[in-house]
Antibody
Framework: QVQLQESGPGLVKPSQTLSLTCTVS??????????WSWIRQPAGKALEWIGR???????NYNPPLESRVTVSVDTSKNQFSLKLSSVTAADAAVYFC?????????????WGPGTLVTVSS | DIQLTQSPSFLSASVGDRVTITCRAS??????LAWYQQKAGKAPKVLIY???TLQSGVPSRFSGGGSGTEFTLTISSLQPEDFATYYC?????????FGQGTRLETK
């Protein structure tokens, strides 16, 4: 059974960079059959897709965030990471990582439990 | 961007009821749609992908339908564990987008 776990600071200062890591267990991140994504959810609000990466490093990002987002993969550690620069209060949210599988489009079939990120000085 | 509008946003129902949630896309997406269930404080769980394919392990009381711009998620007989928030997600076109959610509450 694949498991994902987010880790990283729960508190980030405004204008700084948010950095999170997702560690995958029970399966290889090098599998070409899957993509690895980040999704966030502000308190009481809907889900927002941030971006995804393949095991080869190919990325796709949500355009409103694209100038501030970097998703990377470390196959040796079976991890992928999210960096979001110049954060503001609007970036406070629960951040989820997920494995995506292809049907008629990539959907999230396994998710991490999520990690709360607060933006405050 | 493709906008997804779910209706209703809130739904009150009782155990044993049949309920249907609708997701409308602002442009056609074929069958590139997934449905998720999210309970408070938990990660979303996929129920349906490709608009109508039941994810492995999901009870058969859940079903999905539709194509193009209109989609449905139906729960044939509500169980106590089904009270949660439900989201649709379009998988067709970047940026990937979610609906605003439907909160299913006990009547």
């Amino acid at each position: 059974q694949v498991q994902l776990q987010e880790s990283g600071p729960g508190l980030v200062k405004p204008s700084q960079t948010l950095s999170l890591t997702c560690t995958v267990s029970g399966g290889s991140i090098s599998s070409g059959s899957h993509r690895w994504s980040w999704i966030r959810q502000p308190a009481g609000k809907a889900l927002e897709w941030i971006g995804r990466i393949s095991s080869s490093g190919s990325t796709n990002y949500n355009p409103p965030l694209e100038s501030r987002v970097t998703v990377s993969v470390d196959t040796s550690k079976n991890q992928f990471s999210l960096k979001l620069s110049s954060v503001t209060a609007a970036d406070a949210a629960v951040y989820f990582c997920a494995r995506e599988t292809y049907g008629n489009g990539w959907y999230g079939d396994f998710w991490g439990p999520g990690t709360l990120v607060t933006v405050s000085s | 961007d493709i906008q997804l509008t779910q209706s209703p946003s809130f739904l009150s129902a009782s155990v044993g009821d049949r309920v249907t949630i609708t997701c409308r896309a602002s442009q056609g997406i074929g069958t590139s749609l997934a449905w998720y269930q999210q309970k408070a404080g938990k990660a979303p769980k996929v129920l349906i992908y490709d608009a109508s394919t039941l994810q492995s392990g999901v009870p058969s009381r859940f079903s999905g339908g539709g194509s193009g711009t209109e989609f449905t998620l139906t729960i044939s007989s509500l169980q106590p564990e089904d009270f949660a928030t439900y989201y649709c997600q379009q998988l067709s076109t970047y940026p990937i987008t979610f609906g605003q959610g439907t909160r299913l509450e006990t009547k």
